[in-house]
């Protein structure tokens, strides 16, 4: 079995309203936006991106009181999204940058 884990820094960029699976489990969808530079075939390459990310349960209850544009360092796993087409980052946990 291979590794699958992500640290990102990033800002919130949007987030939707809290919402509750079928289940009950709260659930938040975000855009996090990262601006950074990177090491790229000895040369350093700015890189500037968005992605879709998911949190459940208590840490999404956490996550929507932060407000957007605060920047914080995100830990977690990337998963296809619904119908399989994005990369949507599913957050694990998160502290401040």
Known sequence: M???????????????ALRYTPA????????LDNESECQEAE???KVTMSIKAMAF?????RLVKQPVGS????QGFLANGRG???VVFHI???TPQ
């Open 71 to 74: 920047q914080w360092e995100f």
């Open 57 to 61: 349960g208590a840490l999404a209850e």
């Open 84 to 86: 399989g087409k994005q």
């Open 2 to 16: 291979h590794r699958n884990a992500l640290t990102l820094g990033a800002v919130i960029a949007e987030a939707e």
């Open 43 to 45: 040369t350093v390459r």
């Open 24 to 31: 009950g489990i709260p659930a938040l969808t975000l855009r």
């Open 92 to 94: 694990q946990e998160f």
